[in-house]
């Protein structure tokens, strides 16, 4: 994983892996705890939207092939208040879901998460501080509930090169600037494929 310093002292952005992200769900604890953590590693979720998610909310596109995930109330980056969209969900998490759904005989609109926003902050960093701990990798000690959404973006963008227009309508980005630090942070696999063709070294 890269840290990235801010402007507050101690306090650094995490680039994760798949790998790293895949570590903090074998922590996780417990399967709500994984399901939060794949809702915002896997469709993007901020700390916020994970809450408002119900099992009514996922639905199965027109061809029967694929699912979306309503966000009843996403931010809008260009300021004027929070809209909803349509997450694309994939369909290993969608499955995930269903399950947690029956395990726990969840009504329609019942949240799959049913924590406050700052408790889902909380539950990231908890699981990070373990991961940390059984792994010895101390950074993890660093990663946020927004790191996890920072790894959905880059893998998106840079690992898949998909179409930005099309990370910024799931996602809820309304702005290139505001998707811009995803798109100039290159990841591990992509240096490594860089290196790779390069004559470096002796």
Not at 31 to 40: A, E, F, T, V
Not at 52 to 59: A, L
Not at 153 to 165: H, I, S, T
Request: with cysteine; aromatic share 6%.
């Amino acid at each position: 994983m890269r840290l990235e310093a801010t402007d507050k002292p101690g306090q650094y952005k995490v680039w994760l892996t798949d790998r790293e992200l895949g570590q903090l769900r074998r922590h996780a604890g417990s399967k709500r705890n994984d399901l939060l953590i794949q809702l915002g590693g896997y469709v993007g979720l901020r700390a916020f939207e994970i809450p408002q998610v119900c099992p009514r909310h996922v639905k199965r596109t027109d061809d029967g092939e694929h699912y979306r995930l309503r966000v009843p109330e996403g931010k809008d980056t260009t300021g004027s208040g929070g809209k909803p969209r349509d997450a694309y969900l994939p369909e290993s998490v969608e499955r995930e879901l269903h399950q947690y759904q029956q395990e726990n005989d969840l009504r329609p609109s019942d949240p799959f998460i049913d924590l406050s926003e700052s408790r889902v902050r909380a539950v990231v960093k908890r699981v990070a501080n373990t991961t940390a701990d059984e792994t010895g990798e101390e950074d993890y000690h660093h990663v946020s509930s927004h790191d996890l959404r920072r790894r959905y973006a880059q893998r998106l963008l840079v690992d898949e090169r998909m179409n930005p227009r099309v990370v910024m309508a799931v996602g809820g980005w309304d702005s290139f600037k505001a998707i811009e630090p995803y798109l100039n942070a290159p990841s591990e696999r992509v240096v490594n494929e860089a290196f790779d063709g390069a004559n470096v070294g002796v």
